[in-house]
């Protein structure tokens, strides 16, 4: 992607100061962005702009100041084929990141990665190898059934093997490991944690299908009840600027984001959900991991 050259400048945004440094890190994303809006593009799979990445094209016509990455969501059938294709077609240093070609990734949902780059979570440092290059985040939605007891059937299934992930995959990073703990961790590690995966995605997505009238993140965060969004908000999408480009959000964005944040018109300078990241738009993070 070409970019201009007065967006790396430092500017201020609704009172919040962005410095030339993040305006590097954005150029990466939009760069990252614009290798998966052209591979979705070419085969006809349908994504949209996502939490606050969708409140930022609607309120800022970018990102918002304080933000740090770019969220898209893919309702699950379009997301599967987007990793195929991803994992066909995405070259060096581009790197389409999942559980099942990243060993100990364990996040329900995919991440298209600069290799070559540096975008390490701060929690994480130092704890796991797999690719931490500045990233672009891709969420499936799933149905959720209307029936609240089944609702809380598919909370807890997902709830369950996500504890297990983190027992056999996260613990390591943890900082309230105990002997006890770490004693059940070594037993779980003989657990194989993709088989595992595969639990916590089939639970995610065993209502697709059957005419539910919600998606949720439901492989993101299963308690998240703001983001269970009816699904007929992303029948339609359109398109906005985006800081010098362009962004496809849902037709619905209106009801999306105000179940998600209220009155989202009004701003409010919220930490990322990151809480510190490890950025380097020059040097790769296998640098950093040596």
Request: aromatic share 14%; proline share 4%; net charge negative.
């Amino acid at each position: 992607m070409e970019i201009p050259a007065q967006f790396y400048q430092e500017e201020e945004r609704c009172g919040y100061t962005v410095s030339a440094d993040m305006k590097k890190v954005w150029a990466v994303e939009l760069d990252l962005l614009q290798q998966f809006t052209d591979l979705c593009d070419r085969h006809g799979l349908r994504y949209f702009a996502g939490g606050g990445t969708m409140l930022g094209a609607v309120r800022h016509q970018g990102f918002i100041p304080w933000d740090d990455d770019i969220d898209m969501f893919m309702l699950r059938e379009d997301y599967e084929k987007f990793l195929v294709i991803a994992q066909q077609e995405l070259k060096h240093p581009y790197f389409c990141q999942t559980a099942y070609n990243d060993k100990k990734y364990s996040r329900g949902h995919a991440q298209l990665r600069h290799s070559g780059t540096t975008g390490i979570l701060l929690s994480e440092k130092g704890h796991y190898r797999f690719n931490q290059g500045i990233f672009l985040d891709v969420f499936p939605l799933d149905e959720v059934p209307d029936d609240p007891a089944l609702k809380a059937k598919q909370q807890k299934q997902v709830g369950l093997w996500v504890k297990l992930l983190a027992a056999t995959v996260r613990y390591p990073g943890s900082v309230k490991k105990n002997p006890v703990k770490t004693l059940i961790h070594y037993a779980l590690c003989w657990v194989p944690y993709r088989w595992v995966y595969r639990r916590m995605e089939q639970a995610c997505r065993q209502y697709n299908g059957t005419g539910c009238s919600r998606v949720a993140l439901i492989s993101f965060g299963h308690q998240l009840e703001n983001w269970v969004l009816p699904k007929h908000c992303f029948d339609e999408s359109q398109t906005v600027p985006f800081e010098f480009t362009r962004m496809v959000i849902p037709a619905g964005y209106d009801e999306i984001l105000t179940t998600a944040y209220g009155d989202y018109m009004v701003m409010r300078q919220d930490s990322t959900y990151h809480a510190g990241v490890l950025f380097d738009t020059e040097r790769s993070y296998a640098d950093y991991l040596k």
